[in-house]
């Protein structure tokens, strides 16, 4: 939720600043993480993708398997 809704709902929220260059690396390490189970990967936003498991090898039968790998 946006900032501004947290606030309102909880007036009493700490806010921290944020540390944006280290957000935007950790968002690189994770998509180069999810790089490697499928090259089909989709940034949606800093934070978000999509993830094309279509065709994924038989190593992973069902997609628990795979979110516990990853």
Avoid: Q
């Avoid at 998509?31 to 038989?58: C, K, Q, R, W």
């Amino acid at each position: 939720m946006p900032l501004w809704e947290g606030l309102k709902r909880c007036p009493d929220l700490i806010v921290l600043p944020p540390n944006h260059a280290l957000y935007r690396k950790t968002a690189y390490e994770v998509f180069h993480l999810l790089g490697h189970f499928s090259p089909l990967l989709e940034p949606a936003s800093i934070d978000e993708a999509y993830l094309d498991v279509t065709n994924m090898d038989e190593t992973y039968k069902n997609p628990i398997d795979l979110a516990k790998k990853i």
